[in-house]
């Protein structure tokens, strides 16, 4: 399976963005498919994920209330909209896929190749 990441960019702070990851084949059903995100200098951390069976959505703390994610399995993309961006969101997003909704990037076993999304203050 390929991910393909997309939709990152330059945006003033408060601004809104949404990233999508499309999936090369149909997988998603019976999989999880999250987004985590890289500053420079920075570990890659967990920012939301979303699985089908069960139906669950999850998010940092950081994000909550401010992105949302969600799926269309007919086009194979899970998308990531970002609103009231802030400058600390500004990081290489990366969308990845695996079997169990967790935090760990140890997790995923497929791996987008990453979309930059700057914010400026």
């Known amino acids: 399976v390929q991910l393909q990441a997309s939709g990152g960019g330059l945006v003033q702070a408060g601004g809104s963005l949404r990233l999508s990851c499309t999936a090369s084949r149909r997988t998603f059903n019976g999989h999880v498919v999250a987004w985590f995100r890289q500053a420079p200098g920075k570990e890659r951390d967990f920012v939301s994920a979303?699985?089908?069976?069960?139906?669950?959505?999850s998010y940092v703390d950081s994000v909550k209330g401010r992105f949302t994610i969600s799926g269309d399995s007919a086009k194979n993309t899970v998308y990531l909209q970002m609103s009231s961006l802030k400058p600390e969101d500004t990081a290489v997003y990366y969308c990845?896929?695996?079997?169990?909704?967790?935090?760990?990037?140890?997790?995923?076993?497929?791996w987008g190749q990453g979309t930059q999304v700057t914010v400026s203050s």
């Open positions: 990845a896929l695996g079997r169990r909704l967790a935090a760990s990037h140890n997790e995923y076993d497929y």
């Open positions: 979303i699985s089908w069976n069960p139906s669950s959505t």
